[in-house]
């Protein structure tokens, strides 16, 4: 599989693993990256450059392909030191980055003054523009099936992807909702250079999260994920628990950001992938997760994907001309 995206970043197959907090840690990235795809740690799960640092020479010691790091540029309790992170990539060599949340505009100086490969995160075409003109190397667009921020517009992947193709001329990576080969067929089909996903990593044997967990995935469906947090303006998609579900109650009635932050706080989703608690508090998850019927490892997944997408050629080629 060759596409702009596998030619710039280096990497085998056109999969990417988006930035995950708590959960993209160095053994999952690795796996990724050592199976063809490109993985990617979350600089914002280790706080601190030299926690980055450390994560990033996990990394090394486990790979030696390429890798990159998300740098979280969404409102945050706590400050987020970004250009502290960058300055550990240049030192580690580390030159691909995945940004998400607000415009990367302030940092897109020091990334291209340092050659980094700057993809960031979008969702939609306006923002994919902005991000083109700052002199971003790819979009990766995200649809509302997304586990995480799917944005404001509730626009499924399946439109705002082929939008977002039209808009832009850089390489347009698409997310939300992939989870095997045919969406990977599915998404070149519709001008994507390539998938990433979240959801679908979470359910590997690499995944550094309780075995729970896991296994709620196995056995939830397309329907069992809430958007919440709409009220405060930064949408989220999670997995349907009681504490979203409260969220979505207390968020209909009219609750505050002050009401809502010890419901949606970050630090309680550690208690559900680390404890397996899958109860203690929101965390994110896609649609996608309805695709998930077994718990593979990242080589298994990968080489599934590439097969099933092998598959699906041929199935459309047949369908094509006969
Ligand atoms: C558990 C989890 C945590 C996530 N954390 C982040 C994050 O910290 N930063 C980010 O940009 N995206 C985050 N995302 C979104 C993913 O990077 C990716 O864009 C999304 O999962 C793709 O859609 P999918 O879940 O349908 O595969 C997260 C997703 C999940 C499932």
Request: aromatic letters at 2%; charged letters at 30%; proline letters at 3%.
């Given at each position: 599989m060759k596409t702009r995206i596998t030619e710039l970043l280096g990497i085998k197959y056109p999969i990417i693993c988006g930035g995950m907090f708590q959960v993209g840690r160095a053994e999952l990235a690795a796996a990724i990256s050592e199976a063809g795809g490109l993985g990617i740690i979350t600089s914002k799960t280790q706080g601190t450059p030299e926690g980055l640092r450390e994560e990033i020479q996990k990394v090394k010691a486990l790979t030696d392909k390429p890798f990159g790091v998300n740098l979280n540029l969404f409102p945050s309790m706590t400050a987020t030191p970004n250009e502290e992170f960058i300055q550990v990539m240049i030192e580690e060599d580390v030159k691909i980055v995945e940004t998400s949340g607000r415009s990367p505009e302030p940092l897109m100086p020091l990334l291209k003054k340092n050659d980094f490969i700057v993809m960031h995160k979008v969702v939609g075409p306006r923002y994919a523009k902005t991000a083109e003109r700052l002199g971003a190397d790819a979009v990766i667009i995200v649809g509302n099936?997304?586990?995480?921020h799917p944005g404001?517009?509730?626009?499924g992947t399946l439109v705002v992807l082929p939008r977002v193709v039209d808009s832009v001329s850089i390489p347009v990576i698409a997310g939300g909702g992939f989870a095997d080969g045919r969406g990977l067929v599915g998404a070149l089909a519709l001008g994507a250079e390539g998938v990433l996903m979240g959801t679908r990593f979470?359910?590997?044997?690499?995944?550094?999260?309780?075995d729970n967990v896991k296994e709620w995935m196995l056995n939830?469906?397309?329907?069992q994920t809430i958007v919440v947090q709409r009220n405060i303006g930064s949408p989220s998609r999670v997995a349907l628990n009681e504490v979203s579900e409260e969220v979505d109650r207390k968020e209909k009635d009219g609750a505050t950001l002050e009401e809502l932050i010890p419901l949606i706080t970050?630090?309680?989703s550690k208690d559900v992938y680390?404890?397996?608690?899958?109860?203690g508090g929101i965390w994110s998850c896609g649609q996608?997760?309805?695709?998930?019927d077994e718990v593979l490892s990242v080589q298994e997944l990968i080489d599934q994907m590439v097969s099933e997408a092998e598959k699906a050629t041929a199935f459309i080629h047949e369908r094509v001309h006969n």
């Open positions: 099936e997304t586990g995480g404001m517009s509730d626009v979470m359910a590997t044997k690499e995944a550094p999260i309780h939830a469906d397309e329907t970050g630090k309680r680390f404890e397996g608690n899958l109860d996608s997760v309805g695709l998930v």
